[in-house]
Structure formats: C-alpha cells, structure tokens
C-alpha cells in the first residue's frame, strides 16, 4: 500500500557546550494516509466474462482494469462444449478464427443410454458450428489481446462501500481503489452479487467431476461427442482436437461420496466405478487421465425467479457470467452465455460513455448515463438468463433422473426433444461491438 508519511520532530536540540559531550533522542510521529487509486472502470475476476467484456472495451478504446484474486489465469473446468452463440460472440471481439484453428469441428453426437443395451442415437449438428473449446487457450487468447497492465493478479477484493458517486474497493492486501464503474464477473460466490443483494446460488443436489486426457499420437476416437445417461448419471466425452479429450460426469452423491472432492485417486477410481456399464472408449479416456487433471465441484444454480426480483444492477454496478447466471452444466451454455454477457456490456458501456460532441459532463450527469447503461445491460440479459437457468435444470432433471417412469419417458420420446433444445437455445446472436 502507498502511504503518505510525515515525521514530526517531538524534542528540541540542547545547547552545546565546549568539552561535553552528550546523546539525545529524537521520538517520531508517523501519520500515514492511505493513497486511493482512482480507476474509471474495475471488473472483479479475469475469467470469461470478465475478460471478455474488457477486451470487448478495448475493442471500443476504453480502457478498463481486471482485477483476479489468483495468481494466475485459472483454468478450472479444462474445457466446454462452444456452441453457435460463442463463435459469433468471439468473433465479435476478434479471437474466433485463431481459436478455431485449434479446435476441431464436431459434425454430431452420439447419445445412449448408460446401459449397453440401449441402441445409440446420432444427434447431427448440421449448420452449426460446435467445438469443444479449451479453457486454458480462450483465456490466454483474451488476456494476449488487452493491455499488459490490464489484469492486476492477487487482488481479492473484500468489501465494497460506497464514496460519491464512485464506488470504493478495499482489497486483501490492504489497497484501496475508486471506481465509475464496477462490474462483478467473480463467479459463483461472488462479493458484487452479494452487493448487489443477489440471493446466493443453491445447490441442486448434484455434483460434477471433469477431467483433460491427452492421448500422444492422437486418440482415434474421430471429431463426434459421446454422450450417455442413465442409472442418475450423465457422463460423456468430446475430442478438443486430435490429442485432447475433455470428459464429465455429473451425478447425486451421497454424504459420503461429497467428501470424495479433495481426492483426485479416489474420484478417478469412483468415475471408473460408475462407468461399469459404459462403452470401453468412455473407459479408456478417464484411465488415461493424470490425477492433476481432475477436478470435482458441487452443481450450483441461481433460483430463476432471483433474476426477475432481484438486482443485476444498481447505480454504477452490474455482473455477468456465472455471477449473474450460475446454472446447471446440462445446456452446454455457462460459459457460452457468459461470452454473450461480455459483448452486450461492453456494447452498452461504450454506448453510456460516449460523450456526444466531445463536451464535457459533469460527474452527476456522467453517474447517470452509466446507470442507463448497466439498466439497458440487464434487461437484454435478464430473460435470456431466466430462459438458459430454467431450461438447463429441467433437461438436467430429465437426463440424469434414476426413476423408472422418467427413464422410459427419456428414452422413448424426450431423447428426441432434448437435442433440438440443446440447438434453439445455442442459436442466439449476441451482435456486434458496434451497431
């Protein structure tokens, strides 16, 4: 922290006389002054969202500061499913065809039943364009792409108070930042919701376990996802590229299994367990996973109906992503609507900010244009998020229910309905930066 210091002098310095000599002390009075950085847009959390909204800004020539209470890029999920509305949202920012070139097509997807005696059904994706994205390299491609001193690291934020008509950000390591405009893209367990007075996401009940395999020389398994559910579980596997494999398992566990998390010997071994009855390609890629690349975590949504009562913003502040809209993985579009959110409230910012003329305005008047802003932002997300919540955890209901009669129902005729609601709801356009 910087500090302002001043040091006063408390005891006069004696008069000298010949031949004596003597020592003294001078006590000091430190007064230190805490230095407020002023910054005049602060988004908290440099993952998709938040990344993408700010280089969505610098797309637009505003500047805008990340702040990431990790060290590091963080890269938890390995991978997801990139349906029609993420490529046209990374496009809108300029990164889809670099990304694109390292991920392969999946022309469809295999989908059966966990129990092998279940014939397989081919889902076609023909005329959309769905790849299996690698987390690590969209967000190396997003933070290439803005500033160098765009993202600040270890920079957790703890309390949000307001100063004016700026906002004040007390950190961890004791800084203190102000800001116009403050945007919460720090996930699940967000301090901006909370803010906000956002109802904290519940957990449904489920959990999901994700894993990365690399296979050398290729793993053979061709471009198609496999999907299976059955038995209270979904689990599948899509091809990244010729050598990468991402993989997932969701399913309802027991007390017992929830302290499974921790343990990545033990969760491998509980995935192969629940894989019994599954093809050996689902087998084989979860062996060939290395503990490091396993990861275990609760399933956690925000109550639909706390989007239409509650606060995505208020005054100067919003959020987006998984802050705005966790939801259960069974839509394929967390991280795909979170790219969306990045587009539309870069495009709604850069709108409320533009100075018509290039006059000057005053702060009161500046507050309000991006009050207007952050509103416009979340009435175009609010509906689109209640519509992928609601409809992700009825398909989740459906997939992974154990009951006999949903199990019949699913597979006789839901499995029939269930793709082409994956495909509806993933062919949204986002739009362009600019109009």
């Given at each position: 922290m910087r500090l302002f210091c001043s040091f006063l002098a408390a005891t006069p310095a004696p008069r000298m006389e010949p031949r004596q000599s003597f020592m003294f002390t001078i006590p000091a009075t430190i007064v230190c002054v805490p230095m407020e950085a002023v910054e005049e847009i602060v988004i908290v959390g440099a993952g998709i969202s938040g990344l993408t909204t700010s280089l969505g800004l610098h797309r637009l020539g505003i500047r805008s500061l990340v702040l990431e209470s990790s060290d590091r890029l963080r890269i938890t999920g390995f991978a997801f499913t990139a349906w029609n509305n993420a490529w046209r949202a990374l496009d809108a920012i300029g990164i889809g065809e670099s990304l694109r070139q390292q991920h392969g097509l999946a022309p469809s997807m295999l989908a059966a039943s966990t129990f092998l005696v279940q014939p397989v059904s081919e889902i076609s994706f023909m005329g959309h364009e769905v790849r299996c994205l690698q987390r690590r390299l969209l967000l190396e491609a997003l933070a290439n792409e803005v500033p160098r001193d765009t993202i600040r690291f270890s920079s957790k934020v703890v309390s949000i108070e307001e100063s004016g008509f700026f906002k004040r950000l007390h950190l961890a390591d004791g800084t203190v930042l102000k800001t116009k405009v403050l945007i919460g893209c720090d996930g699940v367990n967000s301090v901006v919701a909370k803010w906000l007075g956002l109802e904290k996401p519940v957990f449904t009940g489920r959990s999901a376990i994700r894993g990365h395999t690399r296979f050398e020389g290729g793993h053979g398994f061709g471009p198609k996802f496999r999907q299976f559910v059955?038995?209270?579980?979904?689990?599948?596997?899509?091809?990244?590229?010729?050598?990468?494999?991402?993989?997932?398992?969701?399913?309802?566990?027991?007390?017992?299994?929830?302290?499974?998390?921790?343990?990545?010997?033990?969760?491998?071994?509980?995935?192969?367990?629940?894989?019994?009855?599954?093809?050996?390609?689902?087998?084989?890629?979860?062996?060939?996973?290395?503990?490091?690349?396993?990861?275990?975590?609760?399933?956690?949504?925000?109550?639909?109906?706390?989007?239409?009562?509650?606060?995505?913003?208020?005054?100067?502040?919003?959020?987006?992503?998984?802050?705005?809209?966790?939801?259960?993985?069974?839509?394929?579009?967390?991280?795909?609507?979170?790219?969306?959110?990045?587009?539309?409230?870069?495009?709604?910012?850069?709108?409320?900010?533009?100075?018509?003329?290039?006059?000057?305005?005053?702060?009161?008047?500046?507050?309000?244009?991006?009050?207007?802003?952050?509103?416009?932002?979340?009435?175009?997300?609010?509906?689109?998020?209640?519509?992928?919540?609601?409809?992700?955890?009825v398909v989740g209901f459906i997939q992974q229910n154990s009951g006999m009669i949903i199990n019949f129902l699913r597979d006789k005729f839901l499995s029939k309905f269930v793709p082409g609601v994956l495909l509806r709801k993933a062919d949204f356009d986002c739009g362009k930066l600019e109009h």
């Open positions: 059955g038995k209270g579980v979904r689990s599948g596997f899509l091809p990244c590229n010729d050598e990468n494999v991402y993989w997932f398992l969701t399913w309802t566990p027991s007390t017992k299994e929830e302290e499974l998390e921790d343990d990545p010997v033990k969760l491998k071994q509980f995935v192969l367990n629940k894989l019994e009855d599954t093809p050996d390609d689902m087998k084989s890629v979860v062996e060939r996973t290395e503990l490091d690349s396993i990861a275990s975590n609760q399933i956690r949504y925000r109550r639909p109906w706390d989007l239409l009562w509650g606060n995505i913003s208020k005054g100067n502040v919003c959020v987006s992503g998984d802050a705005l809209h966790p939801m259960t993985p069974d839509l394929g579009q967390g991280a795909c609507s979170a790219l969306e959110d990045g587009v539309v409230l870069a495009r709604c910012l850069a709108e409320a900010l533009s100075k018509l003329g290039g006059e000057e305005i005053n702060e009161g008047e500046e507050y309000k244009r991006i009050e207007m802003g952050l509103r416009n932002f979340a009435e175009k997300r609010r509906w689109r998020s209640f519509d992928l919540i609601t409809t992700a955890y």
